[in-house]
């Protein structure tokens, strides 16, 4: 089996919620989007299929769920937090790793990362 998926993103900027799954089938790249609102799928095709994409793939079975993931990053952030921002999880320096990011007050961000296979916190950012 050549499907393989390479990143999923959550996106509530700008007040609209979508997510985005990013992988590699046998035919190339490609990205749907999921427009919470108006509940439509667009799918976006480009490139062709490398077999190094398919090395920074991963099973989302295998990994934390998100919003157990989402939850122990927001008790990071020392209760600055007011909003949530974004998510993301894909291969990073060699592990899979959630990007989750909060918005605080002043319009400001925290940037939390966090190993998704065993939840390990890896950084913290203010």
């Known amino acids: 089996c050549t499907e393989a998926i390479t990143e999923i993103s959550f996106d509530a900027d700008g007040g ?5 799954v990013e ?9 749907l989007t999921y427009i919470y609102a108006t509940n439509q799928i667009f799918e976006k095709r480009e490139g062709d299929f490398h077999k190094s994409l ?24 020392q ?33 939390v990362r966090i190993d998704a296979m065993n939840g390990t916190l890896l950084s913290v950012k203010f």
């Open 79 to 111: 209760g600055k937090a007011t909003s949530l921002n974004a998510w993301s999880v894909q291969y990073d320096k060699g592990k899979i790793v959630y990007k989750v990011s909060f918005g605080t007050e002043g319009d400001k961000e925290v940037n």
């Open 16 to 20: 609209q919620i979508r997510y985005d």
């Open 23 to 31: 992988g590699v089938d046998e035919s190339g790249k490609y990205e």
């Open 54 to 77: 398919k090395k920074k793939s991963f099973d989302p079975r295998e990994i934390l769920p998100p919003a157990a993931v989402v939850n122990f990053a927001y008790a990071q952030t």
